[in-house]
């Protein structure tokens, strides 16, 4: 046997271990240990154990890889595009698709009339829809979020800015960021969104009406250049960065591409210095006379508190910790993840460090939009029909050689269907998407919703 | 010998582990379920369970229910002049319970298993705890509830690999556990509730329409005797739903009778917002476990709330399918209780069995986020522990402070699943001197550990000087100290409970006074004159003549009870 790992020789194990084997070893182990007396016997077991499960997650999906695709997978092309088997009364994608079309079909009407633009219409529409008999079903209803979630993520529609607001309420994804990350890549994406939403809430009115105006003027002008005043283009500028997911459920993509454009434009033309100074992240004049402005300055002790910047001491927890790896794509390119950090991490340097990364941007030009898609249309995967999988996500950390070619692919976050997972690698693996000079590390996510949106 | 015990809202439950099965113990009225009600007799003595309940309706300003709602906080309840918090009210049950297990088990009680539901905070723990102290108990172990049931079904299921969910709607809670059973491991994957969801909360719901629909005066609901006898009215006619199609529900007062007619539909049309409530944390639950409903293998109920046609139809319909019926819903969580005694006592028919818990919230501090320049936005939250986390657990988080002229941190816990602190629960603060030298590292360590009992510690260590402080909650007035505790102890124990063997009589005569109250016209003559008949035999203190006239009065007592549901005006 070759030298084992530090987690299988705590569960007496070799490198051929396999599920059952590391349950049975684990459930052994922990007829051991009294839960009560010896807590941090118990809690290291439990890491030993919870990595061990994802090292075998890991040891399958590079062993899939490492096989070439069977020959026989190419040989049923059309069964991709057939639809799934006809479904019962109760099937929950049948029930979900039935509640989603009333959903859109009631936003439709509420579009159409001007004067229903109040949130509580909004509001009524999507409650009538959740409380439909169709909707009772469980496995209906996460469904049935999934898709009102991939709608917002998709970019904005007219209504969209209530509905943001709207459904992050009733569905409870302001109060349990939880809820709305296990929603796959779009669940990420407005996970993000809300806590960018939600700091602009926690700005001091001045910034907040500043902020307000701005999001305005880009609305009412899908075409800046050459209109839009400098000001406006430099804090659009300023502010794209930090709230990019907020605004793009709430603005137009193409809008917010222009806008993109003719502040890159301004910016080359006159440099960076404001006309007249960009005032909205000043602090207040008043500033550490009121700690419960949630927004001030430093007035010592009685402050709340500080800021997290590292989990401490624990590159292990960390490797277990179920990261949330996707950043969904801004107009026009993929941003990169740094594996092995907490969400909490990664929100924050979203917030610190976007400089950095368009400065990378630069040098080695990140996989585009575009490539990342074709890798899409080539992934080979027909879900079992017998089983309930919903929305599947998984995540690889891909590295290229200088010519663009795929040498590692290492899955970091699997889906529950290790089939999807394989063929998403498998293509990965074979893919000649990327052109040489393509930025050589970095993370990608795939989504796929069974069952057919 | 440790027992376990099902503190209920509405009833409360003991149970041992005997000869490898876990087994329920009966009251002195050789009943399993004991009201979770507390009186105060004339004679200052305490009435525990079915007498208590009577005297609900006969004597509101001495009796006291439902307080397991209260647990955690400075509430309290005056019963005959004399204040009690709730965790003494809860203690004076465990009390009565405990005395139930000494005399069928011939040998003093000091230790027990409590059950608690899961989404109980820090403070209902504690005070949980509490209340076992003041019954002279040693609690070994917090139970939680779902967990409780999901080992009295696994305990038969053990050989087997399964993956099940516990649908536990108590009294006055709402709690879901998904369970994955494999290799003699119980785990639960995930639990979710909600604390203010119950078969109470369908009474009051079925009260408030009664009150709109009959246009009872709404004076009425200042009169404790009225509104006890109104829920006793509803609690029965909610009970004989769930075997006949309708019900009526009616109820004299002051010349006028005030009736309601109810049935299967009625109740699920005024109950919607409750029903709509239970399919949260069902959901939660299930997301965080990662399961879909096609890969559990059963619904397991508890809670005696979970006998209602109604709530049983809406899981079937969020599961699409019927959930397994095989365990008393009413009893499942205290045989649960005494598996756990059963595992703590190391007892060798369970020596392959191991069960594993979860942190249903989750626990952290309130954080400063750097937004670039000097710049910070306060009061969000930072999860140390995050929920349906295995516990139990101890995790270490570092901070650091946001300036170079702070000399402290204020640590805020929270509990709770908010992005901003606000929107949590406060568990309480600490607050962390530092003096800090620049270029050195200024930072705190901050240990959250929660232990299997589903307490919370939190430590900070000043990395510097090595320092540590522990939380103290202040700010919170529902917890006792151990000094208060000890001295609440000499004083309930000073209070007289009313002797075991007189019990059955007690409680036959409180339900006399109820339905006297009731009744009117002749019959109310009738029932005055057995009740005096019976007391006058008791007079007697012999035990054969009691044994007699209590068959006659209770005789009596069945007859009126039919009398007065059937017809009050009669």
Redesign the interface.
Request: charged share 25%; with cysteine; hydrophobic share 40%.
């Given at each position: 046997m070759r030298d084992s790992f530090p987690f299988l020789v705590r569960l007496g194990l070799g490198v051929d271990a396999g599920a059952t084997d590391i349950r049975r070893a684990y459930a052994r182990e922990l007829k051991k240990i009294d839960q009560e007396t010896d807590p941090d016997g118990f809690q290291e077991l439990r890491h030993a154990y919870e990595v061990a499960l994802q090292w075998l997650a890991h040891r399958e999906i590079t062993l899939a890889v490492s096989e070439p695709p069977t020959s026989d997978a190419a040989a049923e092309p059309e069964l991709m595009l057939s639809p799934p088997p006809a479904p019962a009364s109760d099937d929950p994608y049948q029930l979900a698709d039935q509640a989603y079309m009333q959903f859109l079909s009631s936003i439709q009407a509420l579009v159409l009339n001007k004067e229903a633009r109040h949130q509580s219409r909004w509001k009524a529409a999507l409650q009538a829809s959740l409380d439909h008999e169709s909707l009772l079903n469980l496995t209906a209803r996460t469904i049935f979020e999934a898709r009102i979630a991939q709608l917002l993520a998709n970019g904005w529609r007219p209504g969209h800015e209530t509905l943001f607001v709207v459904a992050s309420e009733v569905l409870d994804w302001t109060r349990d960021s939880w809820r709305i990350q296990q929603l796959g890549e779009a669940g990420a994406m407005i996970d993000r969104a809300i806590d960018q939403w939600k700091l602009y809430e926690s700005m001091p009115d001045n910034a907040m009406v500043t902020i307000k105006q701005l999001i305005q003027a880009v609305r009412s002008t899908p075409l800046p250049e050459g209109v839009a005043s400098r000001n406006n283009l430099l804090l659009f500028h300023q502010l794209t960065d930090r709230f990019h997911n907020w605004f793009s459920i709430i603005i137009d993509r193409a809008t917010l591409q222009n806008w993109h454009n003719a502040a890159q434009a301004e910016i080359q033309r006159n440099g960076t210095e404001p006309a007249v100074p960009v005032q909205y992240l000043e602090t207040p004049a008043e500033s550490g006379k009121s700690s419960s402005s949630g927004w001030s300055g430093w007035s010592g002790w009685q402050i709340t508190f500080l800021i997290l910047m590292l989990v401490k001491g624990c590159a292990a927890l960390l490797n277990t910790s179920d990261h949330t790896t996707s950043y969904s794509p801004p107009p026009a390119q993929l941003e990169q993840t740094v594996p092995g950090k907490s969400t909490a991490q990664l929100r924050l340097e979203e917030l610190q460090s976007r400089t950095d990364a368009s400065m990378l941007a630069q040098q080695e030009m990140p996989p585009t939009e575009a490539q990342l898609e074709a890798v899409q249309r080539q992934v080979f995967y027909v879900p079992d029909p017998a089983k309930v999988l919903g929305v599947l996500k998984v995540s690889f950390d891909v590295e290229l050689d200088d010519n663009g070619k795929v040498i590692n692919v290492e899955r970091v976050h699997a889906s529950r269907d290790q089939a999807y997972d394989d063929a998403v690698a498998r293509t990965l693996r074979h893919t000649n998407a990327f052109p040489p000079g393509t930025q050589r590390k970095f993370s990608v996510s795939y989504s796929y919703k069974t069952g057919g949106l | 010998m440790i027992v376990g015990i099902d503190l209920g809202t509405t009833n409360s439950l003991i149970a041992v582990w005997h000869n490898g099965e876990p087994r329920l113990i009966p009251n002195s009225l050789g009943e399993f379920l004991t009201p979770s009600c507390v009186s105060v007799d004339e004679d200052g003595t305490i009435l525990i369970g079915k007498a208590a309940r009577e005297r609900l309706q006969t004597h509101p300003t001495s009796s006291a229910a439902v307080f397991k709602r209260h647990m955690g906080s400075n509430k309290l309840f005056t019963l005959g002049g004399r204040h009690f918090r709730a965790e003494e009210l809860s203690a004076l049950i465990l009390r009565a319970l405990k005395e139930d297990a000494e005399a069928a088990l011939g040998q003093p009680i000091t230790e027990a298993i409590i059950t608690v539901p899961a989404y109980f905070s820090d403070a209902q723990r504690k005070a949980t705890r509490a209340a076992g102290q003041l019954a002279g108990l040693k609690v070994e172990?917090l139970l939680n509830e779902p967990t409780a049931a999901a080992l009295a079904y696994g305990i038969h299921k053990r050989g087997q690999e399964t993956q099940f969910l516990v649908f536990d709607l108590g009294g006055g809670t709402f709690d879901v556990s998904v369970l994955d059973l494999?290799?003699?491991?119980m785990e639960v994957r995930a639990s979710a509730g909600d604390n203010f969801l119950g078969g109470e909360d369908f009474v009051n719901l079925l009260i408030e329409e009664f009150f709109k629909q009959a246009s009872i005066p709404v004076e009425l609901k200042q009169d404790g005797r009225f509104m006890q006898s109104l829920v006793a009215q509803v609690e029965q006619a909610k009970r004989k739903l769930s075997e006949a199609p309708e019900a009526l529900l009616q109820i004299y007062h002051a010349g006028t009778t005030y009736s309601m007619p109810l049935d299967e539909a009625a109740l699920e049309r005024i109950t919607a917002p409750l029903l709509?409530r239970l399919?949260?944390p069902?959901?939660?639950a299930?997301?965080?476990a990662?399961l879909?409903?096609?890969n559990l293998d059963n619904i397991v109920l508890a809670g005696g709330a979970t006998r209602m046609p109604i709530v049983r139809r809406?899981v079937a319909?969020?599961?699409?399918r019927f959930p397994s019926c095989d365990l008393n819903p009413d009893e499942v969580v205290a045989l649960g209780a005494a598996v756990q005694a059963g595992l703590k006592m190391n007892d060798a028919a369970l020596?392959?069995v191991?069960m594993?818990d979860v942190a249903p919230y989750s626990l952290g501090?309130?954080?400063?986020?750097?937004?670039?320049?000097?710049?910070?936005?306060?009061?969000h939250f930072?999860p140390v522990i995050?929920?349906n986390t295995?516990v139990?657990?101890?995790?270490?988080?570092?901070?650091?402070?946001?300036?170079e002229?702070?000399?402290?941190?204020?640590?805020?816990v929270f509990q709770g699943?908010?992005?901003?602190a606000r929107?949590n629960i406060a568990l309480g603060s600490i607050e962390v001197p530092i003096s800090q030298i620049p270029g050195q590292n200024n930072g705190v360590?901050v240990r959250f550990?929660y232990?299997?009992n589903g307490l919370l510690q939190v430590e900070a260590t000043v990395l510097r000087t090595k320092e540590t402080h522990t939380l103290v909650i202040e700010g919170n007035p529902g917890m006792l100290s151990q000094e208060e505790i000890k001295e609440r102890f000499a004083a309930l124990s000073e209070l007289k409970i009313h002797p075991r063997d007189r019990i059955e009589f007690r409680t036959m005569l409180a339900r006399g006074e109820r339905l006297y109250q009731q009744l009117r016209g002749e019959a109310r003559e009738h029932l005055g004159r057995q009740i005096m008949q019976f007391e006058r035999a008791l007079e007697a203190q012999d035990a054969r003549i009691s044994r007699e006239a209590a068959r006659i009065f209770n005789e009596a007592l069945e007859y009126f009870e039919h009398q007065s549901f059937l017809n009050l005006d009669s």
């Amino acid at each position: 046997m070759r030298d084992s790992f530090p987690f299988l020789v705590r569960l007496g194990l070799g490198v051929d271990a396999g599920a059952t084997d590391i349950r049975r070893a684990y459930a052994r182990e922990l007829k051991k240990i009294d839960q009560e007396t010896d807590p941090d016997g118990f809690q290291e077991l439990r890491h030993a154990y919870e990595v061990a499960l994802q090292w075998l997650a890991h040891r399958e999906i590079t062993l899939a890889v490492s096989e070439p695709p069977t020959s026989d997978a190419a040989a049923e092309p059309e069964l991709m595009l057939s639809p799934p088997p006809a479904p019962a009364s109760d099937d929950p994608y049948q029930l979900a698709d039935q509640a989603y079309m009333q959903f859109l079909s009631s936003i439709q009407a509420l579009v159409l009339n001007k004067e229903a633009r109040h949130q509580s219409r909004w509001k009524a529409a999507l409650q009538a829809s959740l409380d439909h008999e169709s909707l009772l079903n469980l496995t209906a209803r996460t469904i049935f979020e999934a898709r009102i979630a991939q709608l917002l993520a998709n970019g904005w529609r007219p209504g969209h800015e209530t509905l943001f607001v709207v459904a992050s309420e009733v569905l409870d994804w302001t109060r349990d960021s939880w809820r709305i990350q296990q929603l796959g890549e779009a669940g990420a994406m407005i996970d993000r969104a809300i806590d960018q939403w939600k700091l602009y809430e926690s700005m001091p009115d001045n910034a907040m009406v500043t902020i307000k105006q701005l999001i305005q003027a880009v609305r009412s002008t899908p075409l800046p250049e050459g209109v839009a005043s400098r000001n406006n283009l430099l804090l659009f500028h300023q502010l794209t960065d930090r709230f990019h997911n907020w605004f793009s459920i709430i603005i137009d993509r193409a809008t917010l591409q222009n806008w993109h454009n003719a502040a890159q434009a301004e910016i080359q033309r006159n440099g960076t210095e404001p006309a007249v100074p960009v005032q909205y992240l000043e602090t207040p004049a008043e500033s550490g006379k009121s700690s419960s402005s949630g927004w001030s300055g430093w007035s010592g002790w009685q402050i709340t508190f500080l800021i997290l910047m590292l989990v401490k001491g624990c590159a292990a927890l960390l490797n277990t910790s179920d990261h949330t790896t996707s950043y969904s794509p801004p107009p026009a390119q993929l941003e990169q993840t740094v594996p092995g950090k907490s969400t909490a991490q990664l929100r924050l340097e979203e917030l610190q460090s976007r400089t950095d990364a368009s400065m990378l941007a630069q040098q080695e030009m990140p996989p585009t939009e575009a490539q990342l898609e074709a890798v899409q249309r080539q992934v080979f995967y027909v879900p079992d029909p017998a089983k309930v999988l919903g929305v599947l996500k998984v995540s690889f950390d891909v590295e290229l050689d200088d010519n663009g070619k795929v040498i590692n692919v290492e899955r970091v976050h699997a889906s529950r269907d290790q089939a999807y997972d394989d063929a998403v690698a498998r293509t990965l693996r074979h893919t000649n998407a990327f052109p040489p000079g393509t930025q050589r590390k970095f993370s990608v996510s795939y989504s796929y919703k069974t069952g057919g949106l | 010998m440790i027992v376990g015990i099902d503190l209920g809202t509405t009833n409360s439950l003991i149970a041992v582990w005997h000869n490898g099965e876990p087994r329920l113990i009966p009251n002195s009225l050789g009943e399993f379920l004991t009201p979770s009600c507390v009186s105060v007799d004339e004679d200052g003595t305490i009435l525990i369970g079915k007498a208590a309940r009577e005297r609900l309706q006969t004597h509101p300003t001495s009796s006291a229910a439902v307080f397991k709602r209260h647990m955690g906080s400075n509430k309290l309840f005056t019963l005959g002049g004399r204040h009690f918090r709730a965790e003494e009210l809860s203690a004076l049950i465990l009390r009565a319970l405990k005395e139930d297990a000494e005399a069928a088990l011939g040998q003093p009680i000091t230790e027990a298993i409590i059950t608690v539901p899961a989404y109980f905070s820090d403070a209902q723990r504690k005070a949980t705890r509490a209340a076992g102290q003041l019954a002279g108990l040693k609690v070994e172990r917090l139970l939680n509830e779902p967990t409780a049931a999901a080992l009295a079904y696994g305990i038969h299921k053990r050989g087997q690999e399964t993956q099940f969910l516990v649908f536990d709607l108590g009294g006055g809670t709402f709690d879901v556990s998904v369970l994955d059973l494999f290799e003699g491991v119980m785990e639960v994957r995930a639990s979710a509730g909600d604390n203010f969801l119950g078969g109470e909360d369908f009474v009051n719901l079925l009260i408030e329409e009664f009150f709109k629909q009959a246009s009872i005066p709404v004076e009425l609901k200042q009169d404790g005797r009225f509104m006890q006898s109104l829920v006793a009215q509803v609690e029965q006619a909610k009970r004989k739903l769930s075997e006949a199609p309708e019900a009526l529900l009616q109820i004299y007062h002051a010349g006028t009778t005030y009736s309601m007619p109810l049935d299967e539909a009625a109740l699920e049309r005024i109950t919607a917002p409750l029903l709509a409530r239970l399919r949260s944390p069902v959901e939660r639950a299930l997301r965080d476990a990662n399961l879909q409903t096609a890969n559990l293998d059963n619904i397991v109920l508890a809670g005696g709330a979970t006998r209602m046609p109604i709530v049983r139809r809406m899981v079937a319909r969020m599961f699409g399918r019927f959930p397994s019926c095989d365990l008393n819903p009413d009893e499942v969580v205290a045989l649960g209780a005494a598996v756990q005694a059963g595992l703590k006592m190391n007892d060798a028919a369970l020596d392959e069995v191991v069960m594993t818990d979860v942190a249903p919230y989750s626990l952290g501090v309130e954080v400063s986020m750097y937004l670039g320049g000097d710049q910070y936005s306060h009061g969000h939250f930072d999860p140390v522990i995050e929920r349906n986390t295995v516990v139990p657990v101890s995790k270490v988080k570092n901070y650091h402070p946001t300036s170079e002229r702070q000399t402290g941190l204020r640590i805020n816990v929270f509990q709770g699943e908010a992005r901003m602190a606000r929107d949590n629960i406060a568990l309480g603060s600490i607050e962390v001197p530092i003096s800090q030298i620049p270029g050195q590292n200024n930072g705190v360590d901050v240990r959250f550990t929660y232990d299997a009992n589903g307490l919370l510690q939190v430590e900070a260590t000043v990395l510097r000087t090595k320092e540590t402080h522990t939380l103290v909650i202040e700010g919170n007035p529902g917890m006792l100290s151990q000094e208060e505790i000890k001295e609440r102890f000499a004083a309930l124990s000073e209070l007289k409970i009313h002797p075991r063997d007189r019990i059955e009589f007690r409680t036959m005569l409180a339900r006399g006074e109820r339905l006297y109250q009731q009744l009117r016209g002749e019959a109310r003559e009738h029932l005055g004159r057995q009740i005096m008949q019976f007391e006058r035999a008791l007079e007697a203190q012999d035990a054969r003549i009691s044994r007699e006239a209590a068959r006659i009065f209770n005789e009596a007592l069945e007859y009126f009870e039919h009398q007065s549901f059937l017809n009050l005006d009669s």
